[in-house]
């Protein structure tokens, strides 16, 4: 979670460091804007007179600093610094991240059930003693307004669908045309009406669940939720666990639909982008302003370096400044892990400095990219066959996503397999073990998972061996950009991550996601010439080693490195 990016010079990060908990957004910056300042009070508010996110929105986001235990006290003590410091740099966002409901207890931590503050139609509001504005129900408002009278726009973080807490109280569906309980078909209706228990979060399994938004009651439940955050004063909302391997397209297409219908202009960016790819994108880039396409960006020169890929490939896709809602859409590479920092999930402020060296940080700052697309797999196969592939998950409708067919091994046995011929020539199967779930006799679960299949990975074919563990498509656990785990191996359960289904055309869906699993050829790592190239420009303008002013900048750094080498008696070549 994260994002935006700005042109100012490092410098000027750098002088509020130790006044700034700079754990700023970082948004596409291999798309970059040419220097302008951004007059952020004579935007109008008025819809459709302004075009969202004509430009890659910038600001300030409260995790990589406060985890998620920040207070209102400090959120407007660093929104004012943003004002002072950065607005003129055309930085306008401050955001609370996730968990701002969260009370800050001993028990309490990211993935724990019971301690979230909800009011009585299930909705999510601040935790008092962080937030004391939002007592009597406020909410955001009073923290909305102070950031507004700063020149600046206010923004929060939410989850995918309903909170497990509220699902386990039933609370009603708040029907906003009438300010009562929503009422269809006669009846009321409540949360574990809407709520789909078999699609919670996968990094988030005791916090939050999909809802139903083909039901009338699981939309209007969404609309609640951000009618009430326009209510407060929100500009910009950030959603998360509904993109990348953890997509949701319904939620995604429903919320986009409800921000139309709101009478105050909200950005809306999607997160978190692990295994993030063009193709998935463009279901969702003219629905949205914003979706990350990389996994959580750290303090590490790991994360850094696992940017280049992906996001050249962005670039190359003409993703940039695409159309989104009302507006345009970016490609958002997390944000900037800079100043004094926290650590992930954990339940303390910021208590060290980043771990970058300024080198680095210089590196990162004009130019920070994104997870690598065809990254290594938890399940690598490998055999005979001189490219090694990765599981990996993509659209349905990709291309790459084809190529799996049902073998059967006997009466008892059969496996899925992908059988497209590799690059060079061979074509080995890679093999999944099919089993049915063993579904109770629930009616959800059977309607639901009905056609639906375990995988099962085994070193070899034995009735009585077959490992009780099945292939979830999506990580269990938030990754970071340099962590390239697809999935995991778990107890085999009535989970939507868990169940997958072959289709005539070939492909293999996940039913938490929606989205088809591919297998993709892993490059060797390892140094292999120069790399470069750069991406400058509005457009966001892509150039390689071929490009005239790249050939003459690679010639001026061989010949420093050659007068360097020379100078420390190394000798006069340079490999």
Same mark, same amino acid.
């Given at each position: 979670?994260?994002?935006?990016?700005?042109?100012?010079?490092i410098?000027?990060?750098?002088?509020?460091?130790?006044?700034?908990?700079?754990?700023?957004?970082?948004?596409m910056?291999?798309?970059?804007?040419g220097?302008?300042?951004?007059?952020?009070?004579?935007?109008?508010?008025?819809?459709?007179?302004?075009?969202?996110?004509?430009?890659?929105?910038?600001?300030?986001?409260?995790?990589?600093s406060?985890?998620w235990?920040?207070?209102?006290?400090?959120f407007?003590?660093?929104?004012?610094?943003?004002?002072?410091?950065?607005?003129?740099?055309?930085?306008?966002?401050? =955001? =609370?991240?996730?968990?701002?409901?969260?009370?800050?207890?001993?028990?309490?931590?990211?993935?724990?059930?019971?301690?979230?503050?909800i009011?009585?139609?299930?909705?999510?509001?601040?935790?008092?003693?962080?937030?004391?504005?939002s007592?009597?129900?406020?909410?955001?408002?009073? =923290?909305?307004?102070?950031?507004?009278s700063?020149?600046?726009?206010?923004?929060?973080?939410?989850?995918?669908?309903?909170?497990?807490?509220?699902?386990?109280?039933?609370?009603?569906?708040?029907?906003?045309?009438?300010?009562?309980?929503?009422?269809?078909?006669?009846?009321?209706?409540?949360a #574990?009406?809407?709520?789909?228990?078999?699609?919670?979060?996968?990094?988030?399994?005791?916090?939050?669940?999909?809802?139903?938004?083909?039901?009338?009651?699981?939309?209007?439940?969404?609309?609640?939720?951000?009618?009430?955050?326009a209510?407060?004063? !929100?500009?910009?909302?950030k959603h998360?666990?509904?993109?990348?391997?953890?997509?949701?397209?319904?939620?995604?297409?429903?919320?986009?639909?409800?921000?139309?219908?709101l009478?105050?202009?909200?950005?809306y960016?999607?997160?978190?982008?692990?295994g993030a790819?063009?193709?998935?994108?463009?279901? !969702?880039?003219?629905?949205?302003?914003?979706?990350?396409?990389?996994?959580?960006?750290?303090?590490?020169?790991?994360?850094?370096?696992?940017?280049?890929?992906?996001?050249?490939?962005f670039?190359?896709?003409n993703?940039?400044?695409?159309?989104?809602?009302?507006?345009?859409?970016?490609?958002?590479?997390?944000m900037?892990?800079?100043?004094w920092?926290s650590?992930?999930?954990?339940?303390?402020?910021?208590?060290? #400095?980043?771990?970058?060296?300024?080198?680095?940080?210089?590196?990162?700052?004009?130019?920070?990219?994104?997870?690598a697309?065809?990254?290594?797999?938890?399940?690598?196969?490998?055999?005979?066959?001189?490219?090694?592939?990765?599981?990996?998950?993509?659209?349905?409708?990709?291309?790459?996503?084809?190529?799996?067919?049902?073998?059967?091994?006997? #009466?008892?046995?059969?496996?899925?397999?992908?059988?497209?011929?590799?690059?060079?020539?061979?074509?080995?199967?890679?093999?999944?073990?099919?089993?049915?779930?063993?579904?109770?006799?629930?009616?959800?679960?059977?309607?639901?998972?009905?056609?639906?299949v375990?995988?099962?990975?085994?070193?070899?074919?034995?009735k009585?061996?077959?490992?009780?563990?099945?292939?979830?498509?999506?990580?269990?656990?938030?990754?970071?950009?340099?962590?390239?785990?697809?999935?995991?191996?778990?107890?085999?359960?009535?989970?939507?991550?868990?169940m997958?289904?072959?289709?005539?055309?070939g492909?293999?869906?996940?039913?938490y996601?929606?989205?088809?699993?591919?297998?993709?050829? =892993?490059?060797?790592?390892g140094?292999?010439?120069?790399?470069?190239?750069?991406?400058?420009?509005?457009?966001?303008?892509?150039?390689?080693?071929?490009?005239?002013?790249?050939?003459?900048l690679?010639?001026?750094?061989?010949?420093l490195?050659?007068?360097?080498?020379e100078?420390?008696?190394?000798?006069?070549t340079?490999?």
């Open positions: 979670m994260r994002w935006l990016g700005s042109n100012f010079d410098s000027v990060g750098m002088n509020v460091e130790f006044l700034l908990y700079f754990a700023g957004f970082n948004f910056w291999l798309w970059r804007e220097r302008k300042k951004v007059d952020i009070d004579q935007r109008e508010y008025s819809l459709g007179e302004t075009e969202y996110a004509s430009s890659p929105p910038r600001g300030w986001n409260s995790y990589d406060f985890s235990i920040i207070s209102e006290k400090d407007l003590h660093n929104a004012q610094l943003v004002a002072q410091r950065l607005k003129n740099h055309g930085y306008e966002y401050v =955001v =609370v991240d996730f968990l701002w409901y969260r009370r800050t207890v001993k028990g309490s931590h990211v993935n724990s059930l019971g301690f979230d503050v009011d009585k139609w299930g909705r999510m509001v601040p935790d008092p003693d962080r937030w004391p504005s007592r009597d129900g406020k909410g955001f408002a009073k =923290v909305a307004e102070k950031v507004h700063m020149g600046l726009k206010f923004g929060i973080h939410v989850m995918r669908g309903i909170s497990t807490q509220a699902f386990n109280a039933n609370t009603p569906i708040l029907d906003v045309t009438t300010g009562k309980a929503y009422e269809e078909s006669g009846r009321q209706w409540f #574990k009406d809407i709520g789909i228990k078999e699609r919670t979060c996968a990094w988030m399994q005791r916090g939050f669940m999909s809802v139903n938004t083909k039901l009338g009651a699981g939309r209007a439940f969404l609309r609640s939720l951000y009618q009430q955050y209510e407060w004063g !929100v500009d910009f909302v998360d666990c509904v993109f990348g391997a953890d997509l949701d397209l319904d939620e995604i297409s429903s919320v986009s639909k409800i921000l139309t219908e009478n105050r202009p909200m950005l960016s999607l997160s978190p982008g692990t790819t063009p193709a998935m994108a463009r279901d !969702v880039s003219g629905l949205a302003n914003m979706y990350r396409i990389t996994g959580d960006d750290w303090d590490t020169w790991g994360d850094v370096a696992a940017h280049f890929n992906v996001t050249r490939d670039a190359a896709a993703m940039i400044g695409a159309k989104g809602l009302r507006g345009k859409s970016w490609p958002d590479s997390d900037l892990p800079l100043g920092l650590r992930p999930g954990a339940k303390k402020g910021p208590h060290r #400095k980043c771990n970058l060296t300024l080198h680095e940080q210089r590196t990162q700052f004009p130019y920070n990219s994104s997870l697309l065809t990254s290594d797999s938890s399940y690598r196969h490998e055999g005979s066959i001189s490219e090694p592939l990765a599981l990996s998950l993509t659209s349905c409708e990709d291309v790459e996503a084809k190529g799996w067919s049902a073998r059967a091994l006997d #009466k008892d046995f059969e496996q899925v397999c992908w059988n497209k011929t590799s690059s060079e020539g061979h074509q080995e199967p890679f093999c999944l073990y099919k089993r049915k779930p063993l579904l109770d006799d629930e009616v959800t679960y059977k309607r639901h998972f009905d056609g639906k375990h995988l099962l990975v085994t070193n070899h074919l034995s009585t061996n077959l490992t009780e563990a099945c292939l979830g498509a999506s990580p269990n656990q938030k990754l970071t950009s340099k962590e390239l785990k697809r999935g995991s191996l778990s107890p085999c359960g009535l989970d939507a991550n868990q997958w289904e072959l289709t005539q055309n492909t293999l869906m996940n039913s996601s929606g989205l088809c699993a591919s297998m993709r050829t =892993v490059k060797a790592k140094p292999s010439g120069i790399r470069a190239w750069i991406a400058t420009g509005r457009r966001g303008r892509y150039l390689n080693e071929d490009n005239r002013f790249v050939k003459a690679l010639i001026k750094i061989s010949k490195l050659h007068a360097k080498a100078k420390n008696g190394v000798g006069k340079l490999e």
